[in-house]
């Protein structure tokens, strides 16, 4: 199915695409090209709703996989996690995957699922700035201030140019615990 892969790589840079139109419109000035990009990731969840059934193995995994982040940028979190989910079980080591599941589990307040899924993915791909201020941020909402310091320091100490973990830190050591 060489076509099928083209036609979902081509969606994937649609959404791509779309996103970066609604980050970078103005919602009080531009609200038609945010309207205008949500339409267009409606149509696309719609034909990967349709290549889902149509699909198995790998591929209804990257299916799945796109119509979680369709899903997650329209705000629709428990479907996204859904569909992450599934994906998972094809892909259970897929960093990728999971730091887009643990932003929608993290959307949804679900923060000791994130914790898990954060930490999975950690084990797994490694430590970088973004992940560890993820993790730190989880463990804040988790009222475990002490540990989401120690994260930052940690990540401080092996970044040492990372300006975001150093100015999160400063921001939990002015919390009055």
């Not at 996204?80 to 999971?98: D, N, Q």
């Not at 002490?146 to 002015?174: G, H, M, W, Y």
């Amino acid at each position: 199915m060489p076509e099928l892969k083209e036609t979902l790589l081509e969606l994937s840079e649609k959404i791509v695409d779309l996103n970066e139109i609604m980050e970078s419109a103005d919602p009080q000035t531009e609200p038609h090209k945010i309207k205008k990009a949500g339409t267009g990731l409606r149509h696309i969840g719609d034909d990967l709703l349709r290549y889902e059934k149509e699909t198995t193995g790998e591929d209804q995994a990257y299916v799945r996989f796109m119509l979680g982040s369709v899903c997650q940028l329209l705000d629709y979190h428990e479907k996204a996690v859904e569909m992450y989910r599934k994906a998972l079980k094809v892909w259970p080591e897929h960093v990728g995957l999971l730091n887009e599941l643990f932003i929608s589990l993290d959307a949804l307040g679900l923060h000791e699922d994130a914790r898990i899924v954060v930490e999975r993915s950690i084990r797994i791909g490694g430590e970088t700035p973004d992940v560890l201020q993820n993790f730190a941020a989880t463990l804040v909402k988790l009222d475990r201030i002490a540990e989401a310091k120690t994260v930052l320091f940690n990540c401080i100490s092996k970044f040492p140019d990372d300006i975001e973990s150093q100015r999160f830190l400063r921001e939990l050591d002015q919390m009055k615990l």
